[in-house]
């Protein structure tokens, strides 16, 4: 059952456009959602965070987006920029009886300069 | 550096072998969690601590698994009886009690373990 989903494998994008990358979930329980950027051999690093009683944050070029009602979460990087590329993941948080990050299977995003 | 630290970072091992990993967390943190991250996955849970008490285990830790976090601080994974299967990506995070408010867990660059 897999309670995250991240159904783009991949997107490229222009230096300097909008990226968006989605993830939807099943699990009305999450309490707040994060996301991490991970590159080859590295661990994730963290990117933002958004709890399920907001609708958006925002931090720097990164905005992450949160409509509860269809289930989906959303991160925009604007500008978008080369270093930006590698893989992203959206995990879901639940403080009840499991405590753990449940995540997506990850998008690859790709930068072109 | 005061991150999440993970040792070794590569481990090739034959099947049948044990091996163990070690996760020294972010020192102020007081929860430690184990997944396990398999090509084209993300990471799956596998046990987190608080403190020195385990207090939740995946269905994915078989018995062969077994994670100790003796002091609180530092804790090791150790795989008996190591299957191809097992060949993966072994990441530890850490994180603070936050009274309710996001408890972000940090990851450290995780150990790859290959079973040949």
């Known amino acids: 059952d897999q309670q995250v989903k991240q159904n783009s494998p991949s997107l490229s994008v222009q230096e300097g456009r909008i990226s968006i990358l989605n993830c939807d979930y099943t699990n009305s329980m999450f309490d707040y959602f994060l996301w991490y950027k991970k590159y080859p051999a590295e661990g994730p690093t963290f990117l933002i965070s958004?709890?399920?009683?907001?609708d958006k944050n925002e931090d720097g070029r990164f905005t992450v987006f949160l409509n509860k009602s269809a289930k989906h979460l959303s991160l925009h990087i604007v500008p978008s920029q080369p270093g930006d590329s590698a893989v992203y993941f959206c995990?879901?948080?639940?403080?009840?009886?499991?405590?753990?990050?449940?995540f997506g299977s990850g998008t690859q995003l790709t930068v072109l300069p | 550096d005061t991150g999440v630290s993970q040792n070794p970072r590569h481990k090739i091992t034959k099947r049948g072998q044990n091996v163990t990993f070690r996760c020294d967390p972010i020192?102020?943190?007081?929860?430690l969690y184990w997944y396990r991250q398999t090509l084209g996955q993300g990471p799956e849970f596998l046990t987190y601590f608080q403190n020195e008490a385990q207090l939740e285990k995946s269905r994915l830790l078989s018995d062969r698994f077994s994670a100790e976090r003796p002091k609180g601080s530092f804790s090791t994974l150790e795989i008996q009886r190591t299957e191809q299967g097992d060949s993966a990506m072994y990441l530890c995070?850490?994180?603070?009690?936050?009274?309710?408010?996001?408890?972000?867990?940090?990851f450290g660059p995780g150990t790859r373990l290959l079973v040949l």
């Open positions: 020192s102020e943190h007081n929860r």
């Open positions: 995070a850490s994180s603070q009690t936050s009274g309710g408010a996001i408890e972000t867990q940090y």
């Open positions: 995990a879901g948080f639940s403080s009840g009886s499991a405590r753990q990050l449940t």
């Open positions: 958004i709890s399920s009683i907001k």
